[in-house]
């Protein structure tokens, strides 16, 4: 049971490329997450998919974009990347619905430079 | 909106020390409440919850209890291990689709 998992892990990109952080998840999982995680801010929330099919932005979300591909797959993307995007990034995913308490599972990470 | 504040770091503490890491909250109604814990080069992974208040979550001898009077949900543990050093993140969830607030982390460091 691999639970989350990310790809790539580790990622240099220039002013400007882009690219797309891939995120799958085992577990029948009905919402997921992306956060980036910089030095002395905790984790924000840049998209998040409710359940298949749904995206809606999240505390960050400009210079991105999301596709909930299927139940198992959210894809983060960048189209145009900068250097103040330059951080960690964290795939989650949580059974959803509306009761509350609900974990959230996370994968590895991707580290992510730009130049 | 809501919010977690939780005590900076680093805390450095010598093996079977008592660890005390504050967190309080700020949010309108019953919140969950959560402490997710973070090793080196992973990602977060849930330590312990409350769903409400008065209740006590724990695991692997970590323990906190939810206060709504106080609007806290501090974590302690009575004897720290090298094995616990990481980054402990106190977190609230409230809301439909389980959005979470992080607190900015709090990373512990123990010594032999």
């Known amino acids: 049971n691999a639970g989350v998992t990310q790809t790539p892990k580790f990622q240099v990109l220039k002013t400007g490329q882009s690219m797309t952080l891939q995120c799958a998840q085992d577990?029948?999982?009905?919402?997921m997450y992306w956060y980036r995680q910089d030095p002395g801010m905790g984790l924000r929330l840049i998209y998040y998919?409710?359940?298949?099919?749904?995206?809606d932005k999240g505390e960050v979300p400009n210079g991105y974009n999301v596709s909930r591909l299927n139940k198992r797959e959210f894809s983060l993307r960048l189209e145009s990347a900068a250097p103040s995007q330059t951080s960690v990034y964290f795939c989650?995913?949580?059974?959803?619905?509306?009761?509350?308490?609900?974990?959230?599972?996370f994968g590895p990470g991707t580290r992510l430079l730009v130049l | 909106g809501n919010s977690v504040t939780q005590m900076e770091g680093p805390v450095t503490l010598s093996e079977e020390a008592f660890l005390t890491i504050n967190c309080t909250y700020t949010?309108?109604?019953?919140?969950?409440l959560f402490w997710y814990v973070q090793y080196p080069g992973e990602g977060l992974q849930l330590l312990l919850k409350?769903?409400?208040?008065?209740d006590k979550g724990s695991n692997k001898g970590f323990e906190a209890t939810y206060r709504k009077e106080t609007t806290s949900f501090h974590l302690e543990k009575g004897s720290v291990q090298v094995s616990d050093s990481a980054v402990y993140f106190c977190?609230?969830?409230?809301?439909?689709?389980?959005?979470?607030?992080f607190g900015t982390g709090t990373k512990l460091q123990v010594i032999p």
């Open positions: 949010a309108t109604g019953y919140p969950s």
């Open positions: 409350a769903t409400k208040a008065d």
């Open positions: 998919s409710a359940s298949e099919g749904t995206t």
């Open positions: 989650a995913s949580s059974e959803g619905g509306g009761q509350v308490g609900k974990t959230q599972y």
């Open positions: 977190a609230l969830s409230q809301g439909g689709y389980q959005k979470v607030t």
């Open positions: 577990m029948n999982h009905n919402s």
